[in-house]
């Protein structure tokens, strides 16, 4: 890292360039801030971020020839927040401008024009302009674009002045165009977060300090190609929405809870355009894993537009189609919900028609099921889905620690919206997906720790062993991408069958004691005690309530969380009726067949793996993202799983490595599908 600030020359702006791997671009955009003839001094702030491609050398090259300019070069891995936060951390000037280094400015007067309106003008926070973008792909000729979109008042037209409620409202300025009356002359704030550094947000932060001044020339250029961080936006725009838009409404989020409310009803009109978009897109593509994560990750949304838009009408209505309670099932005509009176006359009518009953009772058990591979000889408890079962497990244990993977996010988030723990801790995962053990040593006593079977691989020797000798915590195997049971130490084992299997819903937690954590008694005649007991079970069932809704308090819904969320009788007759041995050849062969096309990709040299496989991973070469293989596979009608257990959105959390992509290889598809599935890898990697 570079001087960021030369105390003997008092500058009055700073201008801020943040760059990865833009050799080809970046002596344009050096010379075109260079170029400006001001009557003040200003220095160039030159942050790279670990680029590969020689542009830390032209940087080298033009810092030794002028002494205004200081660069910041980031090592190792590439880290866009940290590059940013660097930049904007050396900016100590009462003036900061910006230009990327894919980006340049046009004329010699735009710094002098815009510092010196802000000088003579203080009620502005804030100076703007008119900028053209070019399009560039090697396929197509290159060409201009304006892009500021002219739909405010005339007034607003002709005077050129904004307000910070239209910039959250409908505005769009580039980052080229910007100059602010700095925020941070003494450096960035405590509460700095690294949602701040988005356009949007830095803007609105200035914005928020006085007026806009916007003028309607062209001084800057903002330049779209392959490599650059909205090129998707141009070149795939389905892929895109699926992509970034989760992303971009945590960050309406973020906005709205910094900003107190300020722009509420601007943001939310963002959220609700995004969430449009993406439940759209979902629908078209059928992609209902990512749905049903959308729907249960932003419900409250949901819940506050779902009247008014029919798209987002029809996706919550996927995702959740039938009413609460599933454990309440009759297994007969898989009716979902409460038996009564009326229910009860409604069974002996004598229709017609309408959708054909699961008549699970008509399908005899397999020998060798799956519910029997996984229950013999164990004690259980089943629950709606596998986070309901560790919610459980933690609120008998009580408030405490819980170890997890970094990669496990949203879950976390969910648990900690319950408070049903005293503090999530992470621990390191290397990039072959194998355990870093160090984390060992920092186990207090009563600490949950979870260990994932990722893919379905049983856990590593070492690992158990040095689980084994701590019986002072609570260790939790984590088989949520997991199809066999093979023999464990572990004191509790955790199944997702939804996961691994696309039964309708269930989560199995084997482990001492668990089966009279079940609000309803366990015996032969199951469906019989769940009308006897049906009356006692709704007072914690209100009509029309959604079970995404529910939301667990600890003096009066602890005890009941397994009651309203238990795994329906469906998946339990659906599990005794699947075959392991059919499932497991299957998914061995669906994998030999990846493993014959896709050998240099493979995480693992594994050519027929011992164990039933729940995804085929792939690591993918540098620079090639795993979403963006997922995103325009969905494109071509493969849907990929995620990657990882705990149900946890690989499109949103930090996973082990951006590199690591998981194919599908369910019992479903033959080896045609694996063919065509390998085929589209290897094309969409070649570009």
Sequence with gaps: MGTTYDASVDYLCSIVMCSYNNAQYLEQAIASCLCQKTDFPFQLIIADDASTDGSQDIIRSYAQKHSNIFPIFQTGHNCVHKNYTDAFNAARTPYVALCDGDDFWIGEEKLQLQVGFLREHPDFSVCAHKTEQFVYNAQDPARYKPIYKRNASRRTQETGVLYADEIADNYYLHTSSYVFRWLFREGLPSYWDRAMSNDLFFLLLHAAEGKIKYFDRTLSVWRRHENGMTWLQTAKPSAYVRE????????????????????????????????????????????????????????????????????????????????????????????????????????????????????????????????????????????????????????????????????????????????????????????????????????????????????????????????????????????????????SSAPWQLYSPPTVLGVPDGGILMGPGVSSWLPLPHNDNEEDMLHRLAPAFLNYEFPDRAFLAASSTRDKEDMFICSREAMSLVSRGLLERISYGLVSSARKRNWATLYSRLQHLALWDMPQPEFTPYAFPLLLPEGKAACRLSSFLVDEGFLCPVPYGMGASFRSSPILSERIAALPLSHNYDSSDMHRLADAVLRILQH
């Design 244 to 487: 970034k838009w989760e992303d971009f409404i945590i960050l309406q989020t973020k906005m709205d809870e910094f900003f107190e409310g300020r722009f509420h009803y601007q943001l939310l009109e963002r959220v609700r355009f995004a969430l449009h978009s993406l439940t759209k897109e979902c629908i078209a593509t059928g992609d209902y894993s990512m749905l049903t994560y959308i729907v249960r990750r932003f419900y409250d949304y949901f819940e506050e537009f779902r009247d008014k838009y029919e798209v987002l009408v029809e996706g919550y209505r996927l995702v959740d189609p039938l009413p609460r309670p599933t454990a309440l099932c009759n297994l007969a005509d898989c009716t979902f919900s409460a038996p009564g009176a009326a229910q009860t006359e409604q069974k002996h009518r004598n229709t017609v028609g309408g959708n054909i009953p699961l008549d699970l009772a008509a399908i005899p058990p397999a020998a060798d099921s799956i519910w029997q591979l996984w229950t013999q000889g164990r004690e259980y408890a089943c629950f709606y889905n596998a986070i309901s079962a560790l919610e459980a497990l933690i609120a008998q244990q009580g408030t405490i620690r819980v170890w997890s993977p970094k990669f496990c996010a949203a879950d976390q988030l969910r648990m900690k919206q319950k408070k049903l723990y005293s503090e999530m801790l992470c621990y390191d995962v290397s990039p072959d997906c194998g355990y870093v053990l160090s984390f060992l040593e920092q186990l207090q006593s009563g600490d949950i720790v979870l260990t994932p079977c990722f893919f379905g691989r049983p856990l590593p020797c070492a690992l158990t062993q040095a689980l084994e000798r701590r019986s002072d915590v609570i260790w939790v195997e984590d088989r949520t991408c997991a199809l066999d049971a093979p023999s």
